[in-house]
């Protein structure tokens, strides 16, 4: 977890970056992608006093709004605030270090340090964590942080010991937006038969497929080439992702339905961790912290902007307003269902109870 470390790091990124050049990596395209590695490994500077150098990798790009890169680079600044320089943090974005899948793998076996994750894939690692995903089981962000931040959120932390990872705080992606090519969507009727592009876990194949969607599952960095060619005709993804990673270029329509609220893990290996003194321990759990709470500031503080932007672009927000979120409701039971038993029914029913849902 020293120099090793980094040298180890320094060569799976430059191993990554090159697939990510040859059209493999994160979304935006191969200039985009590699553009966006080229910004994140900019700015990891060597500091030869660190006692230890952690390597954090997300999915996204590395920019300023994105909330990915927003934690992992609040992160950053906190550790080596708080510890004066002796642990120095790296970042490498736009899958430099792999996949969502690949990286939690890698935590679990110690040869990826720390991820910021979508909770989406770690519910398919610890189903409880499914509570969380269950669509429009939130009535807005509010209700969503104080849950979280709560009793139930750390029970979901103190459920993932034994994994191999461990969470050291939930930061925030928002609401997942719908994104369309060439339709706006106001109610499920307008979904049906669409393919829309989604992460391969059971509990968002199983809404869209109660939503009459043909759920198509892909990795986030083939995304933005499927919709060029026509492969799929939409997606969903948090507006500070949509608006940061390419998507006005491609896509008319942004559809505020609020259909999944995306928590982001911030994870380290359990090994890397528990190799750490108490101290440090602690600081990293403090940075995360604050960290996620910075995130959530700056994606309300930037909402409002960014959907001007994107209007400016061209492209149509629909406002949750005009959605006929009753109807949506009603349509995704099927799948609350279904995936009682997956994440667990004591779990279901804790959050149910905590937002007033009904079913």
């Known amino acids: 977890m020293r120099k090793d470390r980094v040298l180890a790091g320094a060569l799976a990124a430059v191993t990554a970056f090159s697939m990510t050049a040859c059209g ?5 395209g191969t200039t985009q992608a590699a553009a966006a590695g080229t ?121 993932m010991d034994g994994t191999g990872v461990t969470c050291l705080a939930f930061s925030e992606g928002g609401f997942r937006q719908l994104c369309t090519k060439d339709k706006e969507i106001k109610a499920p009727s307008d979904l049906n038969g669409l393919k829309i592009r989604c992460m391969e876990t059971k509990i968002y194949l199983s809404a869209y497929k109660a939503l009459g969607v043909n759920a198509t599952p892909m990795a986030w960095g083939e995304l ?25 270029d491609i896509c008319k329509y942004i559809d505020n339905v609020n259909l999944f609220y995306s928590p982001l893990p911030v994870c380290i290996s359990t090994s890397v961790y528990e190799s750490l003194s108490e101290e440090d321990q602690a600081i990293l759990k403090e940075a995360a912290q604050e960290a996620a709470k910075e995130t959530r500031e700056n994606n309300d503080a930037t909402a409002e902007k960014m959907e001007s932007d994107l209007t400016s672009q061209g492209m149509t927000i629909v406002s949750s307003e005009d959605v006929d979120t009753e109807a949506f409701q009603s349509a995704v039971q099927p799948c609350y269902d279904e995936m009682e038993s997956y994440i667990g029914s004591e779990w279901v029913d804790q959050i149910k109870s905590l ?5």
């Open 24 to 28: 493999g990596g994160q979304a935006g």
């Open 39 to 159: 910004q994140a490994a900019a700015e990891n500077t060597a500091n030869p006093n660190a006692e230890t150098t952690l390597s954090i990798g997300y999915t996204t790009a590395a920019n300023a709004d994105d909330p990915y890169h927003f934690t992992a680079t609040k992160f950053k600044e906190i550790v080596e605030e708080k510890s004066e320089g002796r642990i120095a943090v790296n970042l490498y974005a736009s899958s430099q270090l792999g996949s969502e899948p690949e990286m939690w793998e890698g935590m679990q076996t110690g040869t990826c340090d720390m991820a910021v994750m979508t909770n989406a894939y770690v519910s398919s690692y610890v189903p409880a964590n499914g509570a969380l995903d269950l669509p429009f089981i939130f009535s807005d962000l509010g209700q969503a942080r104080e849950i979280v931040d709560g009793d139930f959120g750390q029970s979901l932390i103190d459920n």
């Open 355 to 359: 937002t007033g849902t009904e079913g």
């Open 224 to 248: 933005l080439t499927a919709l060029q060619q026509g492969t799929v005709d939409g997606c969903d993804a948090p507006l500070s992702v949509l608006y940061t990673n390419g998507f006005p």
